[in-house]
């Protein structure tokens, strides 16, 4: 074992299914992004690579945070006259 712990989060691109058919040649079918994020989980718990948050000192932690980018939520679709949330 090279790294002592190996931790990764799934992004839009590797979450992006173009219809129930879409695959790469010899990977699974997959029916909904939720589908695939949840067969990429079990895949990387079979692996021991962690996806949640992570101590990996006292005061360091690694928390993963997911979300899909869509672009009505870009300000200039149907979202754009929703007002921001205030900090």
């Given at each position: 074992k090279i790294f002592g712990e190996v931790l990764y989060t799934p992004g839009n691109h590797e979450l992006w299914v173009d219809g129930?058919?879409?695959?790469?040649?010899?990977?699974?079918?997959?029916?909904?992004?939720?589908?695939k994020l949840r067969w990429i989980l079990e895949l990387c718990e079979e692996l021991g690579v962690r996806t949640g948050p992570t101590k990996l000192a006292d005061a360091v932690w690694v928390v993963p945070l997911l979300g899909w980018y869509m672009t009505n939520f870009d300000g200039k679709g149907a979202a754009a006259d929703i007002a921001p949330v205030a900090s």
């Open positions: 129930p058919n879409a695959n790469l040649e010899g990977q699974p079918k997959f029916d909904s992004s939720l589908a």
